[in-house]
């Protein structure tokens, strides 16, 4: 490790089962393959990594709070935070579902203040009081998602009632009850019927993950290259 990292941050979900080296590897029905291993096994050697000096914080990732209970009950130091993510909230559409950013009310609402609908929905979160962090590789949209302003207030109440009491975050297609909401039972059969899914739609080269539902097209595979530790969109014809 080369200098000294800010804060390194431990995920509470389920980890993968390393033994055939594919990073994302799938049981013979098409399931994932997982294997039960305690968060604060991880965390303990987390815990290490700050006594050497190579990091100046350690904090967690998408815990409940019964899930901190748990890790504050079995190790020793406090996470200096705990990321909340939220993986498709605004223009990503990983899931097929109707976006956020696409709802009538938001369209309505970026026209009457000459908006995008991008900053429509990141000046509420901002004036909701929470950290927004937009991300785009297109110089025009990096501008445009800083150009947040205060929204009016009925504007501001009228996206307090976008609630549509659905998740776009199906972390339970894993086969893991990451938010302690289904139970084992609904968890294990929501995972079984995305098995098929899961093989038409990922493939594992050597070294390589390839996700095809992260890609905009169908023509394309997103694939994680492993030393250049980040995604690519890669045309079939090209490969």
Known sequence: MKGISECI?????????GESGEWFPLREDGTFDLVDIDPAITYKAVEKLLLTGKVRAIGVSNFTVNALTDLLSKTSIVPV?????????????QTGEPRTVDDKMVDVISRRLNMDRG?????????????VLPKSVTPSRIKS???VKELSTDAFQELNTLERHKRFNQQSRWGYDMFEELGEDKVSK???????ENKEKVTIYPQLATLGFNCDSDKTLCIGLKHAGRFQCIEFGNM
């Not at 941050?9 to 993968?16: I, N, R």
């Not at 900053?119 to 950290?131: M, P, R």
């Not at 929501?190 to 098929?196: L, N, T, V």
């Open 145 to 147: 998602n800083l150009r």
């Open 81 to 93: 935070v705990n990321q909340i993510e939220a993986y498709s909230p605004l223009g990503n559409n």
């Open 119 to 131: 900053q429509v929905l990141a000046s509420w979160g901002i004036q909701h009081g929470t950290v």
């Open 9 to 17: 941050l431990t995920d509470v979900f389920s980890a993968f089962n």
């Open 190 to 196: 929501i995972a079984r019927d995305f098995a098929q």
